[in-house]
């Protein structure tokens, strides 16, 4: 039988490269085809459909910065990677295949293929497009065909309102055949009649709503939350209240479950707390006590958060009660399953039941006793030991798949040092699958949080 070349796929090695101003994306079961000025498009194929198709493929322009990359060449062990021969495949390969060549050090080499991949996209949309954590590349369709006007609107007046315009499949309803004509068209009217076709207030608060929210947490989980707590009265009215909006304060005024214990006075402080733009720990810390609540011998009285001295405080009242004697009377004993990932020596070994978790979360005062029904082969929990320090490490991933550091935290959620880091760095991407090692690293520089 001869097998069709337009619909069969060879493998890949995973890796990246540029050419011809196109940027390729390659998976060990498929690639992906970026074109990213004038007219930015991507095609992908892969097993599942081997025929060309459109894709809106995920690209984080700041990931392709110098700066991102002087980064990514101080990751652990990024300097023992280097390219193999050249075997006829354009690729940028993301293996251990050869050892160290100084001239050849992979990551120079991929500074170089991100300069080239941008220099066709003009430096200022570049820049504005870099104020955003995320949709790098429904930005660039958005700033290709709709001009001056969708600058001036994510650089300068509205940024969250443009960021929603860029995801119209996202926030229209109803649903358009033609896109990107019905927001040229929505960009030659008011903000406020943009804002209501989105979904929005249609009013000059709603507007304002959006302008409180800074770039560094503009992202579209955040603005559907926003979606939700406009449906509430009140938190509607709370929020107009407040000077900034950032992904904490969201977080909470969009979950119905979370607001049931938080104040308004609560939220807007969190709202003025730059730290919390990005990633809200208070989030985190929130979710936690509610979960904690549940495990103590006897119920507490509901409460209701006022300030984040006051949840940190809580949090830690509730981490030492339900790791006292008795205090976890309602924690079911379970035996889990195998680790995802084998134990290295006593350095990093798997916690295998309840009680080897009681004691890790003893030992660290914090609160991974919560996690005792999470844990499954998608989900494990790892005590680490090095050099003296303490640390809590959780995987999330897909079994046969890549596992990525999910919460790491040391004694009463410390930051981890740097060596500890990089041995956990280490030790995953010696365990992953070979064709699943890839060039980021699996712990980012954002990935310590509390637990």
């Known amino acids: 039988m ?20 196109k940027l390729y994306l390659f998976t060990d079961s498929g690639v992906c085809v970026v074109k990213v000025w004038p007219r930015p498009q991507a095609w992908e194929r892969d097993e599942l459909q081997p025929a060309w198709h459109a894709c809106r493929p995920y690209i984080n322009l700041r990931d392709f910065s110098a700066s991102g990359c002087r980064e990514l060449r101080r990751q652990p062990g990024c300097s023992e990677y280097t390219l193999p021969e050249d075997d006829g495949q354009l690729t940028f390969d993301f293996g251990e295949d050869v050892l160290l060549d100084p001239r050849l050090n992979w990551a120079y080499r991929m500074e170089e293929q991100c300069r080239r991949f941008l220099e066709k996209i003009p430096r200022e949309l570049r820049r504005i ?11 660039l369709c958005l700033l290709a065909r709709c001009g001056p006007a969708a600058a001036e609107l ?13 995801l119209p499949r996202s926030f229209m309803r109803p649903a358009v ?20 076709r989105l979904g929005f207030a249609p009013s000059e608060a709603g507007r304002r ?37 950032n992904t904490g304060a969201l977080l909470i005024a969009g979950n119905a479950q979370l607001r049931r214990y938080a104040s308004a ?47 940190a405080a809580l949090h830690e009242e509730y981490v030492a009660t339900i790791n006292g004697h008795g205090g976890t009377s309602a924690l079911a004993e379970r035996t889990y399953p195998p680790p995802p990932l084998p134990d ?13 978790l009681r004691e890790l979360a003893q030992a660290c005062s914090n609160c991974a006793l919560t996690r005792n029904k999470r844990i499954s082969e998608y989900y494990y929990v790892y005590r680490v030991e090095y050099k003296g320090e303490l640390a809590t490490l959780a995987l999330s991933g897909e079994k046969g798949g890549i596992y990525r550091v999910e919460e790491m935290a040391g004694r009463r959620n410390a930051r981890c040092s740097p060596a500890l880091r990089s041995e956990v760095c280490h030790w995953i991407q010696k365990h992953q699958p070979a064709s699943m090692k890839v060039a980021a690293a699996p712990i980012s520089a954002n990935s310590d949080r509390s637990m």
């Open 2 to 21: 001869i097998q069709n070349p337009q619909t069969t796929l060879r493998p890949f090695r995973p890796g990246m490269a540029v050419k011809n101003g």
């Open 129 to 139: 497009i870099r104020l955003f954590p995320e949709r790098h590349f429904d930005l």
């Open 154 to 166: 994510l650089g300068e007046t509205n940024p969250a309102l443009g960021f929603a315009l860029a």
């Open 177 to 196: 055949q033609r896109p990107w004509r019905s927001v040229r068209a929505l960009l030659r009217r008011r903000q406020r009649d943009i804002a209501a």
């Open 209 to 245: 709503l959006l302008l409180k929210i800074p770039h560094e947490s503009t992202r579209l989980a955040n603005l559907k939350a926003l979606l939700r707590a406009m449906d509430d009265p009140f938190w509607l009215k709370a929020l107009q209240h407040a000077k900034r909006l």
């Open 265 to 311: 006075r609560f939220v807007q402080q969190l709202g003025n707390d730059v730290y919390q733009d990005r990633e809200s720990y208070a989030v985190r810390q929130l979710r936690d006590v509610i979960e904690m609540r549940h495990l103590l011998p006897e119920r507490r009285r509901a409460f209701c958060v006022h300030s984040l001295g006051e949840l």
């Open 344 to 356: 290295e020596g006593h350095t990093i070994t798997a916690v295998k039941n309840t009680g080897e």
